[in-house]
């Protein structure tokens, strides 16, 4: 089936530090879609990405559809207490099934 | 309203119990799902509803028993369930069609514990 790898595992930054985390595919996806989770809540959308080499910004998170359509990153710049939690890539080919990665704990240090 | 809600938050049962678990949304989504999440890992499929129609089961036991009465309610009846079935059940709900139907809306999940 199809596997996205995602990376780092974790991350433990400072405040204010940007922080940047990617996904990568041995397939094609036509869709990428970021969220985050907080402990004991269900994943929030933070971007939606539909074209290759589409760059999209959310307040401070800018991410990107790679342009082989097989990988997408996340950058969040100016990090903040509130960023720590669970950051999923998933993607999308056809049908109804998404496919996610593994997710990366962030962990922002005051 | 871009909401999905999710009742009840937390639920504690035995095995021999029937229990059920609701799920609501008004974004007018016509497509809406159920997954499993163990703690630190990504959401796992269970069941997919496409116009009140079951689309997707991904081999879930018979002890999960999906039910969609109308476009806005999802509900997942529990029988019989095993300790191991103790985890986040998320709902999410989509557009089912049109390139936008890839963004699936996630409700704050229930925490099921299976004693």
């Known amino acids: 089936g199809q596997q996205l790898n995602q990376s780092p595992q974790s991350m433990f930054i400072q405040e204010g530090e940007d922080v940047s985390m990617n996904c990568t595919s041995s397939?094609?996806?036509?869709?990428w879609l970021w969220y985050k989770q907080d402990p004991g809540e269900g994943p929030v959308l933070l971007i939606a990405?539909?074209?290759?080499?589409e760059l999209t910004s959310n307040g401070r998170l800018t991410a990107q559809f790679g342009i082989t359509r097989k990988d997408s990153f996340l950058n969040i710049s100016a990090s903040i207490p509130s960023d720590v939690g669970i950051y999923f890539c998933?993607?999308?080919?056809?049908?109804?099934?998404?496919?996610f990665g593994e997710g990366t704990q962030l962990t922002v240090n005051p | 309203d871009t909401e999905v809600t999710q009742t009840p938050k937390h639920l504690v049962m035995g095995m021999t119990n029937k229990k059920s678990l609701k799920c609501e949304q008004h974004?007018?989504?016509?497509?809406m799902y159920w997954y499993k999440q163990k703690a630190k890992k990504p959401p796992e499929l269970m069941f997919v509803?496409?116009?009140?129609?079951?689309?997707i089961n991904e081999s879930v036991p018979s002890r999960f028993s999906p039910e969609c009465p109308n476009s806005s309610l999802l509900n997942l009846h529990l029988h019989a369930l095993q300790p191991e079935d103790s985890a986040l059940y998320l709902c999410?709900?989509?557009?089912?069609?049109?390139?936008?139907?890839?963004?699936?809306?996630f409700g704050p999940g229930t925490r099921l514990t299976v004693l």
């Open positions: 999410a709900s989509s557009q089912a069609r049109l390139a936008r139907y890839n963004e699936q809306f």
């Open positions: 397939s094609i996806f036509n869709t």
């Open positions: 990405l539909y074209k290759a080499g």
């Open positions: 998933a993607g999308h080919t056809s049908g109804s099934r998404l496919t």
């Open positions: 974004m007018g989504h016509r497509a």
């Open positions: 509803y496409s116009y009140e129609k079951l689309s």
